[in-house]
């Protein structure tokens, strides 16, 4: 007899007696013991429901071995790229970037450049990227003179750990880890683990963000839509925990349940149809309809901003093109966490299908030149309006800069490379309305090498892109 058949026959002989009990003068203390019964036999159903997300039955036996992954080799740089690279990633690298303003912004800048040196091998790239986390890790666990320790568990400060957790898995696929600051491992560990199961869920909607998966996995329903939008918050420590149970089973470092269970969170994700849906041209949509009443896609049923504009929201609205980039790299954290090549598989397939879905619908060439819609459904509407600023948003193609940060490059698909390429020979760009890439709505004091108004100029955009063509 299983467990919860067990529960069941339990359950229902207390109620039996219960009923007979009623009968009796003692009456009043059946009715609680009634309720007490009730309330033990909910709980232990919801329980039962959860442990149930994270049971996993392969149909096949045969195990993925992540010691026999395998990094791209990019083709090398030429002298005048080397120049490029030196004279914005190198100058970079030598900033102190876990700062309020420069954390959100290095993440997202530093991700390919740091693939590339990883990925190319180059020793002295690398050994930039050492000293920069040896430089950080120092400050933080000693004076601490920005006061990272105090910074709030939001979507920056978790995207700087993805940053961090993505190069110690650089670092332990190839052979780097002795180079890395002792402690480093423990001190992320610690911290993703409280992000993610010490910190309130997106919208206070759950305790955290580990229950705020499992809830929503298993379809529960919130005041709003959108409280079940897995976004950035929820899968940057789950992409994080990922990357560290990478760097634990290459290091012999403990494979924690918390590390176990971020797989099995990821993989049943992306294998949940009611999550994924498949597109006609190859490709997958996460989460259709689910921000339709965030107030973010309020005005998204409109084509353009008009002077008269009024909210018109979507039904079937899906993700901006700009925030679901992240998912191009947190696919590859989630594959190679995984333990059967069966998961490792579908991981796979959902890569081939995100760039199916960039390449057939997001991607559009404008005069020759390659753009991105607003949604990731190949469709254009406005979004953020006002955010920032009265009578501001994006329309049309203005999410197109987001396609110069290259996180789409790590789908590794050939079409995608020949987009970078494309967007390649438009420079030199400057800043300005007229170029296409300009990001006009972000507001904030940001770093020359991160504010569009000088990144054109300093050669950080140009940059990047280049390593995306590699």
């Known amino acids: 007899m299983s467990k919860r058949n067990k529960i069941v026959l339990c359950v229902l002989f207390s109620l039996l007696c219960i009923g007979i009990l009623a009968l009796t003068p003692f009456r009043p203390v059946t009715t609680k013991v009634y309720h007490c019964v009730c309330r033990l036999y909910s709980e232990m159903t919801k329980k039962q429901a959860v442990n149930e997300v994270y049971t996993y039955k392969p149909t096949s036996s045969e195990k993925y071995d992540v010691a026999r992954e395998q990094l791209p080799e990019p083709a090398p740089l030429s002298e005048g790229e080397q120049a490029l690279y030196k004279s914005t990633v190198s100058v970079l690298l030598q ?137 950035d918050p929820d899968l940057f420590p789950l992409a994080s925990l990922c990357d560290l149970r990478v760097v634990a089973k290459l290091s012999g470092q403990e494979d924690t349940p918390l590390l176990k269970k971020a797989a099995s969170l990821a993989y049943r994700i992306f294998t949940d149809t009611t999550l994924i849906t498949e597109t006609a041209q190859g490709g997958y949509l996460f989460q259709v309809g689910v921000w339709k009443d965030h107030s973010d896609y309020a005005y998204s049923g409109n084509t353009e901003i008009t002077p008269n504009i009024q909210p018109l929201m979507r039904e079937d609205i899906v993700s901006d093109s700009s925030h679901f980039m992240r998912q191009a790299l947190c696919l590859t954290s989630f594959q190679q966490a995984q333990d059967y090549q069966e998961q490792y598989d579908l991981f796979q397939t959902r890569r081939e299908q995100l760039a199916n879905q960039l390449v057939n619908y997001v991607i559009n060439y404008m005069d020759g030149i390659p753009l991105a819609t607003t949604f990731m459904d190949g469709t254009c509407g406005v979004y953020r309006y006002s955010y920032n600023s009265g009578g501001i948003g994006h329309q049309g193609y203005s999410l197109s800069g987001t396609l110069l940060l290259g996180w789409w490059s790590f789908l590794d698909d050939a079409r995608i490379t020949q987009v970078y390429e494309d967007i390649l020979t438009q420079f030199p760009m400057s800043a300005g309305m007229d170029n296409p890439y300009f990001d006009y709505a972000t507001t904030r004091e940001q770093n020359p090498f991160f504010d569009m108004d000088t990144a054109f100029d300093n050669g950080m955009m140009e940059c990047i892109v280049m390593l995306s063509t590699k």
């Open 95 to 231: 900033e102190d970037l876990w700062t309020e303003r420069d954390m959100y912004d290095a993440a997202h800048y530093l991700m390919v450049p740091m693939h590339y040196a990883f990925d190319s091998g180059d020793s002295e790239k690398i050994a930039q990227f050492h000293q920069f986390f040896v430089r950080f890790y120092q400050d933080i666990t000693g004076s601490d003179i920005y006061d990272f320790s105090e910074q709030t568990p939001d979507v920056n400060l978790m995207q700087f750990y993805y940053f961090c957790c993505e190069y110690l898995r650089l670092c332990a696929l190839t052979g780097e880890l002795s180079t890395t600051p002792d402690g480093l491992y423990n001190y992320l560990y610690r911290q993703v683990e409280y992000l993610y199961t010490g910190v309130p869920g997106n919208w206070n909607s759950e305790k955290n963000y580990m229950t705020r998966a499992e809830q929503i996995l298993l379809h529960k329903e919130y005041p709003y839509s959108y409280y079940s939008a897995l976004a």
